[in-house]
């Protein structure tokens, strides 16, 4: 009897013989067999069971030619693997093509900061992230990425216990002569006992001196450091060099007993954007060339210590004069003033001011009104407040004493529970040059009366862009408030008065996905507006926005 050959493995399989039963008549019935017909059955229940054990055999064969096939089919994928990859576009890209491509690199892993960037990675000397990852894939890369100086050019460099300084000097030589934007952060998850004993570390303090002979070349710097001198002293030798810095950011990220006041950077003469957060020292203190500046973030977290008084913070905006920009953003709010603060605060280039309060329920509002009445800003444009505290009373009388005085506003948003539908009203009949407005609604009666009156041309009469924001009102009051607002688009899109501004765009935003009024409203518009006003509907299930086509 001949043996099956497998043609792709090479296997040999005997053919089984044919076994049929010897009492096939006795199959399928109560018949018992004769004595020759029992030892006919016991031959053949012997010859099955050596044929079950043949079969057992070349079944186990057949499963080993099997997983050599499977090895020789992953051996085969994995050649076809590295063949494709001598295909790949990458091995083609010359390496100044390669550099450029690293640099968006370093900017798609970038937080963005009011213009300047910092990684947003734990460290950068982390071989998992950043420049040291493209160093480890391949040669080719490794080479263009220590070609281009742009990936070292910023350092992260976050205090903590450490072994090592050497990579700090790797980073100066690979940036070759770039400016650096540098950030020197405070590591949290160490208490303040652990981390100045990684502060006066010597490899820390050996790392941090590198930098500073280097400070001639620092152009962003940002420094979340607590105010302790022997954190500082590392820098030292930056003091008088530091001649190319355009933006310093100093957040105080401890609570602190000394009265540190970091003096290195009397010496920045192009300085012009400063950022404080929880620096509770007056920003007269602070030794920089205050005159150039003319962006400031002043910010209080609620982790601070305690709060600047407010006639501190205003004698500190006496000093910029040249002011642009000015945020404010307070998680706390400010102390109570020291002495009674009488002067104005005069600041004719401030172009855009934001003020985030986000007050504690436990925290009186303090500061708010000797903010407003103190300001003069004649030639501001922007102006911006988000407020989100309790249910507390609105500082409304000085608000309008400083809006009266801000002749050229044209952008305004109020976003806060707390005001009222007649001073929002008032506050409107004091910015009639306002031509983008958004503002915050709350209360079912405030959002209708507040619509009704925008309605009317007279209100902003060169408004162009309105953006509404529901704060939580009933499903009811959002069905009559969707009705207005389509109403409002009508009247204010559709045409204009002698001397008044068509609307270009309106839109309101409910906060929650609302699919049945966002059905509502398409129905109004499409019964109150024409195909010929060229007015289109943009939503989404929490937002309507009409716009003129």
Same mark, same amino acid.
């Given at each position: 009897?001949?043996?099956? $050959?497998?043609?792709?493995? /090479?296997?040999?399989? &005997?053919?089984? #013989? *044919?076994?049929?039963? +010897?009492?096939?008549?006795? =199959?399928?019935?109560?018949?018992?067999?004769?004595?020759?017909?029992?030892?006919?059955i016991k031959?053949?229940?012997?010859?099955?069971?050596?044929?079950?054990?043949?079969?057992?055999?070349?079944?186990?064969?057949?499963?080993?030619?099997?997983?050599?096939?499977?090895?020789?089919?992953?051996?085969?994928?994995?050649?076809?693997e590295?063949h494709?990859?001598?295909?790949?576009?990458a091995?083609?890209?010359?390496?100044?093509?390669?550099?450029?491509?690293?640099?968006f690199?370093?900017?798609?892993? $970038?937080?963005?900061t009011? /213009?300047?960037?910092? &990684?947003?990675? #734990? *460290?950068n000397?982390? +071989?998992?992230?950043?420049? =040291?990852?493209?160093?480890?894939?391949?040669?080719?890369?490794?080479?263009?990425?220590?070609?281009t100086?742009?990936?070292?050019?910023i350092?992260?460099?976050?205090?903590?216990?450490?072994?090592?300084?050497?990579?700090?000097?790797?980073?100066l030589?690979?940036?070759?002569?770039?400016?650096?934007?540098?950030?020197?952060?405070?590591?949290?998850?160490?208490?303040?006992?652990?981390?100045?004993?990684a502060?006066?570390?010597?490899?820390?303090?050996?790392?941090?001196?590198?930098?500073?002979?280097?400070?001639?070349?620092?152009?962003?710097?940002?420094?979340?450091?607590?105010?302790?001198?022997?954190?500082?002293?590392?820098?030292?030798?930056?003091?008088?060099r530091?001649?190319?810095?355009?933006?310093?950011?100093?957040?105080?990220?401890?609570?602190?007993?000394?009265?540190?006041?970091?003096?290195?950077?009397?010496d920045?003469?192009?300085?012009?954007?400063?950022?404080?957060?929880?620096?509770?020292?007056?920003?007269?203190?602070?030794?920089?060339?205050?005159?150039?500046?003319?962006?400031?973030?002043?910010?209080?977290?609620d982790?601070a210590?305690s709060?600047?008084?407010?006639?501190?913070?205003?004698?500190?905006?006496?000093?910029?004069?040249?002011?642009?920009?000015?945020?404010?953003?307070?998680?706390?709010?400010?102390?109570?003033?020291?002495?009674?603060?009488?002067?104005?605060?005069?600041?004719?280039?401030?172009?855009?001011?934001?003020?985030?309060?986000?007050?504690?329920?436990d925290?009186?509002?303090?500061?708010?009104?000797?903010?407003?009445?103190?300001?003069?800003?004649?030639n501001?444009?922007?102006l911006?407040v988000?407020?989100?505290?309790?249910?507390?009373?609105w500082?409304?009388?000085?608000?309008?004493?400083c809006?009266t005085?801000?002749s050229?506003?044209?952008?305004?948003?109020?976003?806060s529970?707390?005001?009222?539908?007649?001073?929002?009203?008032?506050?409107?009949?004091?910015?009639?040059?306002?031509?983008?407005?958004k503002i915050?609604?709350?209360?079912?009666?405030?959002?209708?009366?507040?619509?009704?009156?925008i309605?009317?041309?007279?209100?902003l009469?060169?408004?162009?862009?309105?953006?509404?924001?529901l704060?939580?009102?009933?499903?009811?009051?959002?069905?009559?408030?969707?009705?207005?607002?389509?109403?409002?688009?009508?009247?204010?899109?559709?045409?204009?008065?002698?001397?008044?501004?068509?609307?270009?765009t309106?839109?309101?935003?409910?906060?929650?996905?609302?699919?049945?009024?966002?059905?509502?409203?398409?129905?109004?518009?499409?019964?109150?507006?024409?195909?010929?006003?060229?007015?289109?509907?943009?939503?989404?299930p929490?937002?309507?926005?009409?716009?003129?086509?």
């Amino acid at each position: 009897m001949s043996n099956l $050959l497998c043609s792709l493995c /090479g296997i040999q399989l &005997p053919r089984s #013989k *044919d076994i049929s039963s +010897p009492v096939p008549e006795l =199959l399928g019935t109560n018949s018992g067999p004769t004595s020759t017909q029992t030892e006919a059955i016991k031959q053949y229940l012997i010859d099955v069971d050596n044929a079950i054990q043949l079969l057992e055999k070349q079944i186990q064969q057949l499963k080993a030619g099997i997983t050599m096939l499977n090895t020789r089919k992953e051996d085969l994928k994995a050649l076809a693997e590295e063949h494709r990859a001598l295909l790949s576009p990458a091995r083609r890209i010359y390496p100044e093509l390669l550099s450029e491509i690293f640099s968006f690199f370093i900017h798609s892993n $970038l937080f963005e900061t009011q /213009g300047d960037y910092m &990684p947003e990675i #734990k *460290d950068n000397f982390d +071989p998992n992230h950043g420049p =040291l990852l493209l160093t480890r894939i391949c040669s080719s890369w490794r080479m263009a990425a220590i070609a281009t100086p742009e990936l070292w050019a910023i350092i992260r460099f976050i205090v903590k216990p450490r072994r090592r300084f050497n990579l700090m000097d790797i980073w100066l030589e690979r940036s070759g002569e770039r400016n650096l934007i540098i950030a020197i952060l405070d590591d949290s998850a160490y208490d303040v006992a652990e981390f100045m004993v990684a502060a006066t570390a010597p490899c820390n303090q050996q790392a941090l001196r590198l930098l500073s002979s280097q400070a001639h070349r620092w152009q962003t710097a940002l420094f979340h450091l607590p105010r302790f001198k022997e954190c500082w002293d590392a820098f030292g030798a930056a003091k008088g060099r530091i001649k190319q810095l355009r933006r310093l950011e100093i957040d105080v990220t401890r609570p602190t007993w000394q009265d540190y006041i970091p003096d290195i950077f009397s010496d920045s003469k192009l300085l012009t954007a400063l950022t404080l957060t929880n620096c509770l020292f007056p920003i007269f203190r602070l030794p920089i060339c205050r005159e150039k500046i003319t962006r400031l973030e002043f910010g209080v977290g609620d982790e601070a210590d305690s709060l600047i008084p407010i006639d501190t913070f205003l004698e500190g905006l006496l000093c910029l004069p040249n002011l642009e920009h000015l945020e404010i953003g307070n998680e706390g709010v400010f102390a109570p003033a020291t002495s009674p603060f009488t002067r104005v605060v005069a600041l004719p280039k401030l172009l855009t001011l934001r003020l985030i309060q986000l007050p504690q329920p436990d925290q009186p509002w303090h500061g708010m009104a000797e903010l407003w009445q103190a300001l003069q800003l004649p030639n501001l444009v922007v102006l911006i407040v988000e407020c989100e505290p309790p249910q507390r009373e609105w500082i409304h009388s000085p608000f309008i004493t400083c809006i009266t005085r801000c002749s050229k506003l044209q952008r305004l948003t109020l976003m806060s529970p707390s005001i009222q539908q007649e001073q929002l009203i008032e506050v409107f009949h004091n910015t009639p040059g306002i031509t983008k407005l958004k503002i915050g609604l709350s209360g079912f009666g405030q959002s209708c009366g507040i619509l009704d009156h925008i309605r009317s041309q007279t209100t902003l009469p060169r408004l162009s862009t309105l953006d509404i924001t529901l704060l939580p009102v009933s499903r009811i009051g959002l069905a009559m408030v969707v009705g207005i607002f389509v109403k409002v688009a009508k009247n204010r899109m559709t045409c204009a008065a002698e001397g008044h501004v068509q609307l270009q765009t309106v839109s309101l935003d409910t906060l929650r996905p609302e699919r049945t009024l966002i059905t509502q409203a398409l129905s109004l518009f499409q019964s109150h507006l024409r195909t010929s006003d060229r007015i289109r509907l943009i939503h989404d299930p929490d937002s309507i926005t009409l716009e003129r086509a």
